[in-house]
């Protein structure tokens, strides 16, 4: 069974092909479907953060397959790996040059909670200096796993009410 779509309609009465919608439904599909990631592999993780770009899981299907090297051309930011002290001021700067809207996704055990290393030089978790959308587990996580924090965030930014603070002036 086939279910009407609410953020979209057509209106038979009206001369020509017209379709209707609100400007958030239409500026989230956007969003949803061109997600840019800027990769910042630390460890491990950065390897199965490698092969989603592989033919096997394809992570073109859904629209993030332009992985961006510059943060100023990025809005997703995928931090797979180990973040020491040392490295976490580079990461929030980064983070804090990527244009709004910005998302984080925390790919694996030792971005999320610091994973096995108790120790002085690792940080508990890169949501201690930037904002984390999505958590991914695993010491590393499959690539299937990445996939499906992309899918959570894709359904997140759907959600978002986006055209109030794009029309803000």
Known sequence: ??????????????????????????????????????????????????????????????????????????DCMIVAGTVTYKMAPVVRRIYDQMTSPKWVIAMGACASSGGMYRSYATLQGVDRIIPVDVYVSGCPPRPEALLDALIKLQSKIKTEHSAGQLFKA
């Open 1 to 74: 069974m086939v279910s009407a779509n609410s953020e979209f309609g057509y209106n038979g009465k009206v001369e020509g092909e017209v379709i209707v919608s609100r400007a958030d439904a239409v500026i989230n599909w956007i969003r949803t479907n061109s997600v840019w990631p800027m990769p910042m592999g630390l460890a491990c993780c950065a390897i199965e953060l490698m092969a989603v770009g592989n033919g096997r899981f394809d992570i073109a299907r859904f629209g993030a397959e332009g992985m961006r090297f510059s943060p100023r051309q990025a």
